[in-house]
């Protein structure tokens, strides 16, 4: 067990559509960062937060948005959602703003019909 | 720019033979970060190693060990005696010391037979 959690497990939901993944990171860790991991475009870095303040950015689309909250935990909001944007979105955490993660949570994987 | 390129997409052994799974890496960064990752067919991302860019020394673990060569660019991974449990796709990332972002190759699947 990697202390991160995420939830849900699986997402299905249609074109069009609007969901939120949540992530909780390992206790201590203050950085969170979401990745996305699909057929055509392997593991890719999405967005990282630190302490509640966006980090660095990657290739997240405009119709993707995170925060991280006060208690840490973070949530990924994917909205318009394509065919496309099916994959496997795993979080991960680490203590510093500058330390790579070590930790992956289990991911989520959105199905998008 | 920093890239990480796994050239072998798929291998496919026997039971208790060594492989090899070979990742070459892009930075212009004097710091940086290696990393290797396991995704077993359950599909979560298990830490395998990190090694950063002054450690040159190989490293064993069990039956795993790790290759680092600076002057090839490179950080392979040899797992001995491969068995079945072995079977995941396996990646290698990098990261340099200014932001934990990581970034990977497009990994290797490794299947291995009984």
């Known amino acids: 067990d990697s202390g991160v959690t995420q939830t849900p497990k699986h997402l299905i939901t249609a074109t069009g559509q609007r969901v939120t993944l949540r992530c909780s990171p390992r206790s201590g860790d203050l950085s969170v960062y979401w990745y996305q991991q699909s057929l055509d475009q392997g593991l890719q870095f999405l967005i990282q937060y630190y302490n509640g303040e966006e980090r660095a950015k990657g290739n997240i689309l405009e119709r993707f948005s995170a925060q991280q909250f006060p208690d840490l935990h973070s949530e990924l909001n994917l909205s318009s959602l394509e065919l496309g944007d099916s994959a496997l979105y795993f979080c991960?955490?680490?203590?510093?703003?500058?330390?790579?993660?070590?930790?992956f949570g289990n991911g989520t994987r959105l199905t998008v019909t | 720019a920093q890239k990480v390129t796994q050239a072998q997409t798929e291998i496919s052994v026997v039971e208790k033979e060594d492989v090899t799974l070979d990742c070459v890496y892009e930075t212009r960064d004097t710091t940086y970060y290696l990393f290797w990752y396991k995704q077993p067919p359950s599909g979560e991302l298990v830490f395998l190693i990190r090694r950063n860019s002054f450690d040159e020394q190989n490293e064993i673990s069990g039956r795993y060990s790790w290759n680092f060569q600076k002057s090839t660019s490179s950080f392979n991974f040899t797992i001995t005696a491969s068995q079945v449990v072995d079977s995941a796709v396996y990646f290698c990332?990098?990261?340099?010391?200014?932001?934990?972002?990581?970034?990977f190759g497009q990994g290797t699947e490794l299947s291995v037979k009984p």
């Open positions: 991960a955490s680490s203590v510093s703003q500058d330390l790579s993660p070590l930790h």
């Open positions: 990332a990098l990261s340099n010391n200014q932001g934990g972002k990581l970034i």
